[in-house]
């Protein structure tokens, strides 16, 4: 059964620190999402990619945070500079777009456990 | 803004039945879905509602009145493999907004 790739899935780091995690969808999937989890809450979006154009980023904080899917397959997000307040389980997801349908299955990655020292 | 409500923890024996209600207000409205999600681990996909009614799915089915904006998960014939947060969530125009998740123990 194909699966969202994610790596690393671990990740500790010093606050003002660069991170970057990576995400390989399933294949074929053309919408890729970045979620972040902080624990005990549900995921929030960050950010939507449709191949690779940027669907949706209005939750994403662009003074610190980046995401790219320059060929419309893998993405990456990065952190520069990692803040406490970041320390959280950032989820990958991905479905289908197929026309006409209402609305799609989003399947999730293992995460990255994100942790700020 | 997208406002999912659902309980924060509930508890039940093995072998009991679970219902786990979920109300939502949400700007925009392409269906609800359910995931299981395990400590420590990613959300799995357990259900999918867009229209009025009852979807099972094995020991799993889901509830949904649009008019009420209202779902429910009901857990049959609990297992202890079940304990783990479950995760009430809307599409809206293909953007998932998700509640804050229940919490399910399942005792012995």
């Known amino acids: 059964e194909a699966e969202v790739a994610q790596s690393p899935r671990y990740k500790i780091t010093e606050k003002s620190q660069a991170v970057a995690f990576w995400c390989d969808p399933i294949s074929g999937h053309a919408t890729l999402y970045w979620y972040r989890q902080i624990l005990g809450q549900g995921p929030e979006l960050l950010v939507q990619f449709q191949d690779e154009s940027v669907v949706d980023d209005s939750q994403l904080p662009k003074d610190r945070f980046s995401a790219e899917r320059l060929k419309g397959v893998d993405s990456t997000l990065k952190i520069q500079p990692a803040e406490l307040g970041d320390s959280a389980m950032y989820l990958c997801?991905?479905?289908?777009?197929?026309?006409?349908?209402?609305?799609?299955?989003?399947?999730f990655g293992p995460g990255t456990r994100l942790t700020v020292l | 803004g997208q406002n999912i409500d659902q309980p924060t923890e509930m508890t039940a024996t093995e072998g009991a039945i679970v219902q786990i209600n979920c109300t939502y207000q949400?700007?925009?409205?392409?269906?609800l879905f359910w995931y299981q999600q395990h400590a420590g681990e990613a959300p799995t996909f357990l259900s999918y509602n867009v229209l009025d009614g009852l979807e099972e799915k094995g020991r799993f089915s889901s509830f949904l009145s649009r008019s009420k904006g209202y779902s429910y998960l009901l857990l049959k014939e609990l297992q202890m493999k079940d304990s783990a947060s479950y995760l009430c969530a809307v599409d809206d125009d293909y953007k998932l907004s998700f509640g804050a998740g229940t919490t399910v123990t399942v005792r012995a």
């Open positions: 997801a991905s479905s289908p777009y197929r026309q006409g349908v209402v609305s799609d299955t989003q399947y």
């Open positions: 949400t700007s925009g409205f392409n269906g």
